[in-house]
DNA sequence: AAGGCGGGGCA
DNA sequence: TGCCCAGCCTT
């Protein structure tokens, strides 16, 4: 054993203390008992077919807060568009986030690009097997290692996520917040402990599967699990206690005005976002933020109302005007009135569009826009990336303008 | 340690 | 509606 790895046992040790480990003979059973469900009961998905590192570092990534369901038909797509490391590595990046769109936390793939190629150039394009060297790749942090190390490379590895915190604080009653990061550690000590040595993927992915169906966040049911008769806190009825987790906060409401500018050729004036922050790098209509947009819509017989601070209807158009000529350099004729309100809720904010259409008319006042901006015909939007504000504001236009 | 970062499914 | 989900990066 080397000095490092006995420094983590000692620190874990004390981590421990205070939760009472299993004696060898019950953690043997625990084994056994886990692993004989998930032989009959694991769920047969797609990333479960071989033990390929690139598979199920794929599976991986897209499956970080979000539901197997979701996944499976974009990682198959994924794989056949991108079947190799290699191929990973030299995709354009405008083809991946296509590839992307509607998984949410797109900086999950510029990453895993980013990573592909640190795997080229310094791993000889195979996936190292030392966890140390896995971590260091973009965008794979504590739990991801510790998958692919254990799915892939058959290493006693924990990966501890959502469901190990939860399944493990049911299992021996664990106080401590799972909404901590800092906690995460504990969890980890525990799972090095009962980890099985010689079917560590498996032993893993039998948590995933059983925080996923049985030892699930809500309807919970205990008495229903194949491994109840070592659950502390069913044994003890307290099992609705656990896991403690503190909450999060509310998302911020955000107001805009979205602009949809149709030209003379009939094409749509769509803006790159920038190559940071939210929605980094994919396309929408202009959207200009409007403090003076602080209702939410109401619709009454038909009719939009509230969208506007009433008196302000005015001055919302005259801004919307006035930063479409500065930034976008087109002088649209615009409806006076929105058409309607797109909602949006992302994990930290809450957008409110309201939604305007206008036309520009003569040819040359098209001719300037930013570099950042295009003119699109509509049989072309597939070949730009639409987040979900994007293809709501589009949906909802085609209904009103685009029927009979 | 806390906050940014998507989107959909569910009661 | 609010909560949940096979988290990671930046500050």
Redesign the pocket.
Known sequence: MTEIESKIDEKEQKILHGIPMWPQEKINRFRETLLSWYDIEK?D?P??KNNDPYRIWV???M????????VIPYYLNFMNNFPTIEALANAHEDVLLKAW????????VR?MQK?AQQIMEDYDGEMPKDPKEI?K???????????IASMAFGLPEP?V??????VLSRLFEIDAD??????RKIFEAIMRELIDPYKPGDFN?AF??L??SIC????YHPELSPVKEFNQSYQNGTWDKY?V?S??????PVYYVGAIIKNAEGAFLLEKRPE?????N?WTFPLIEEESVTH?AEIKKGTLTGVTDENKTEQVIKNVMAELEAKYAVKPTLMEQPFDEVQ??????KWFVAVYYGQVVKEEESMFIPENCYWVHPSDFDHYT????Q?KMWQSYLSKFNHN
Do not use: C
Request: proline share 7%; charged share 25%.
């Open positions: 769920r998905l990333w479960r599976s991986e990534i499956l970080q807060q979000t539901r197997v369901d979701t769109e509607g998984l949410g936390y797109y900086s999950r990453n990573a971590s790749l973009k965008g794979i942090g504590p739990y991801t290692t510790g998958a990966a996520d959502g469901n190990v915190m939860r799972i909404a901590k990061p800092g906690n992915q995933m599967d925080g996923s699930t966040p809500k309807n896991p987790k909450k999060k906060k509310k998302a911020k940071n922050g939210l929605l980094a994919m939410e949006h809720i992302f994990s930290h904010l639409f987040p979900g504000p293809t």
